[in-house]
């Protein structure tokens, strides 16, 4: 009943306004038409170009700025302070397994050179050793400084093992004592 109401009421609108949109809509259509027609087709294209040239640099401008990177907190040249750097290395490393191999490379690295320094052993040793698992004799700061044995796990467990590790550190550099043999 709806249905044959609303197409009675279209067809009303559309053959009783006819002349009405014949004359607003059609004509002014079928006039541009034969505008473009007869103008010379290079002309045409150079105004749909220019017509597309200026949408383009208008989409272009109001597009919003690039979100900056991780990488890009402070300026091209401008020095990241060890401590900030290893700060934030360790917030990420809570949750992510990159930066938790990251922090082992780099907490590897730092005791690799404090035992090289104070044993005047050459870092290829202890590298080897390392690689080995001949050191360290405590088989929790090994997973620590083996990047491929650091579990993901749960972040409590991970920072209080980062913690215990650091102060075991920390004392073989103060002791000199680099291994718990």
């Not at 002349?19 to 607003?24: D, Y």
């Not at 690295?109 to 044993?119: F, K, Q």
């Not at 467990?157 to 000199?176: D, F, I």
Request: proline share 7%; hydrophobic share 45%.
């Amino acid at each position: 009943m709806w249905t044959l109401l609303a197409a009675g009421c279209g067809a009303t609108l559309t053959l009783g306004l006819r002349g009405v949109l014949k004359g607003l809509v059609a004509d002014p259509l079928m006039r541009l038409w034969w505008l473009i027609d007869s103008l010379p087709q290079g002309l045409v294209w150079l105004a749909m170009g220019a017509v597309g040239a200026a949408l383009a640099l208008r989409t272009w401008l109001r597009m919003p700025a690039p979100r900056r990177g991780r990488r890009e907190f402070l300026a091209k040249g401008e020095a990241v302070p060890q401590l900030a750097a290893l700060a934030a290395l360790i917030r990420r490393a809570e949750y992510s397994g990159a930066a938790r191999r990251r922090l082992a490379s780099r907490l590897a690295r730092l005791a690799v050179g404090m035992r090289s320094h104070a044993e005047a052993l050459p870092p290829q040793h202890i590298w080897t050793e390392l690689r080995q698992g001949r050191w360290p004799s405590d088989p929790e700061l090994r997973t620590l400084f083996s990047p491929r044995r650091v579990p993901l796990g749960r972040p409590e467990g991970y920072l209080n093992a980062l913690e215990k590790g650091v102060a075991r550190l920390q004392r073989m550099s103060e002791r000199r004592e680099f291994d718990y043999r």
